[in-house]
């Protein structure tokens, strides 16, 4: 799932593509809003929160759309032609661009001042101008029983780290993904790292954490498992996290990270 420094990167591209200018077309191809027609209204901006996407209209509305696994934003010159079949979910186009979303898990029409309704259950925005690491462990602390490593993913806590994130903070901080939140001394530390990590990386596409941009040294664990740590030689390990049907992917040095 793209995580919170891609999907600030495409809320950047859509802004490039549609602030400000008059919708010439709209097309949902979702059944719940396949009568709403946007055309005519020019649009404001495209904000992102967390993992969300928040496109404000004209008229006091606001597209909301989320990636999701599978789903992307393609922004292309007006006119040509898109992707055949039922890949897309959603086109916003004015005279010189259209966006085009394909396999979009989420796609909403409501009134912008209920936006809330939709989002207003997310922790504090790890790229967002109201970026509260107290919040954040605030929140943390409210289960203290918890995984780290469950309690990272819950964007109820703090909005866009994702499986890359968890591994990768979690390695450089040196603890196990299965400690308890309530165990960790500096839980601030800990999130105000993984700020500054989707920082990093929100102007780039890829991810890097080592701060080596060549595509086999980019990450400390994710992406490595079997492979032997950067730091100590011991093999990477590659486990799941969470109940099912929620389980996620996570990496760990058991080396550097002991139990």
């Not at 027609?37 to 004209?58: N, P, Y």
């Not at 920082?199 to 954490?209: L, W």
């Not at 389980?247 to 760990?252: G, V």
């Amino acid at each position: 799932m793209p995580e919170g420094d891609a999907v600030y990167r495409t809320a950047t591209r859509l802004r490039g593509a549609l602030d400000g200018r008059v919708l010439t077309r709209s097309d949902f191809r979702v059944p719940r809003h396949a009568t709403a027609d946007l055309t005519g209204r020019a649009v404001i901006t495209t904000l992102s929160r967390g993992k969300h996407l928040l496109t404000r209209v004209e008229g006091d509305l606001t597209v909301h759309t989320h990636l999701r696994m599978d789903g992307s934003w393609q922004v292309m010159q007006a006119g040509r032609r898109t992707a055949p079949g039922d890949q897309i979910r959603l086109i916003l186009a004015n005279q010189q661009w259209q966006a085009v979303g394909l396999r979009l898990g989420m796609v909403d029409l409501v009134r912008t001042g209920e936006e809330e309704r939709l989002v207003g259950h997310l922790g504090p925005d790890l790229l967002g101008p109201d970026w509260d690491p107290d919040e954040a462990v605030r929140r943390l602390r409210g289960a203290p029983g918890r995984t780290i490593g469950e309690a990272l993913l819950d964007q109820r806590n703090l909005a866009g780290i994702g499986t890359i994130y968890r591994a990768e903070t979690l390695f450089l901080r040196g603890i196990w993904p299965w400690k308890k939140v309530g165990e960790i001394e500096d839980l601030n530390g800990l999130v105000s790292l993984a700020q500054r990590l989707l920082d990093a990386n929100k102007s780039y596409a890829g991810t890097v954490t080592t701060g080596d941009r060549r595509p086999a040294n980019q990450t400390w664990v994710y992406g490595r498992a079997g492979r032997p740590c950067r730091r100590c030689g011991t093999r990477i390990s590659r486990g799941e996290m969470g109940a099912q049907p929620q389980e996620r992917l996570i990496l760990w040095c058991a080396g550097c990270q002991p139990s």
